[in-house]
């Protein structure tokens, strides 16, 4: 996967795991509830956006605004993997954003922020990239999310197989492009996995 992990990060995802499993009985924050399955469904899913995440960024320090975050997917698993990355989880279930808050602390994880909120709702973050994993449709996305990027920035959404049809809405919609769709390589995983990135159309002014 291109992932040079250090060992205290590989044990600091493991510890997620075990953390996300624990909460997990009583905060239902995935329906998968099998250790293995969950680290190859969240754990490893999510490691699988970080070497094109770290391409686009060129290895720059960066601000990361993780939307529909859940119990931190993919917003923890970047801040271990990534830490000169600012990730901040939001969340409109309070539950699942005070477990994030756990995790960063338990996991000494100064660079993960985890925030209770509406996404449409909360000021403009200014994030060079905005992450969702599962969130909505890619209009939906853009629309709700497209505020918090900064000029420069980008929208990467994590799909399964292309997502054509929401590609055409997108364009449709008019002030969100799509600059490309790279495909994911998770070991293990049989199902197709993709990261859409989308960019300001420049002649759209959309500010939001």
Not at 109 to 123: D, F, I
Request: aromatic share 4%.
């Amino acid at each position: 996967m291109r992932l040079p992990l250090a060992d205290t990060q590989v044990d600091r995802l493991l510890n997620f795991l075990a953390l996300m499993l624990r909460w997990n009985r009583t905060y239902n924050l995935t329906a998968i509830r099998e250790p293995g399955q969950m680290l190859l469904h969240h754990i490893i899913d999510s490691l699988a956006v970080v070497p094109e995440l770290a391409q686009r960024l060129a290895g720059q320090p960066a601000s990361l605004l993780d939307v529909g975050s859940g119990g931190g997917l993919p917003g923890v698993v970047l801040a271990v993997a990534r830490p000169e990355w600012r990730v901040v989880c939001v969340d409109a279930v309070e539950k699942k954003a005070a477990f994030v808050r756990h995790v960063a602390g338990v996991l000494k994880l100064p660079n993960l922020e985890a925030v209770h909120g509406r996404v449409e709702a909360l000021a403009p973050a200014e994030s060079d990239v905005v992450i969702s994993r599962a969130f909505a449709s890619l209009p939906d996305f853009a629309a709700l999310a497209g505020r918090h990027v900064r000029p420069d920035g980008v929208l990467a959404a994590m799909k399964g197989q292309t997502p054509d049809d929401e590609i055409a809405a997108l364009k449709d919609q008019g002030l969100w492009q799509v600059e490309g769709v790279t495909p994911l390589n998770v070991p293990r995983l049989s199902a197709r996995r993709c990261l859409v990135w989308m960019t300001r159309l420049e002649t759209s002014g959309e500010t939001r």
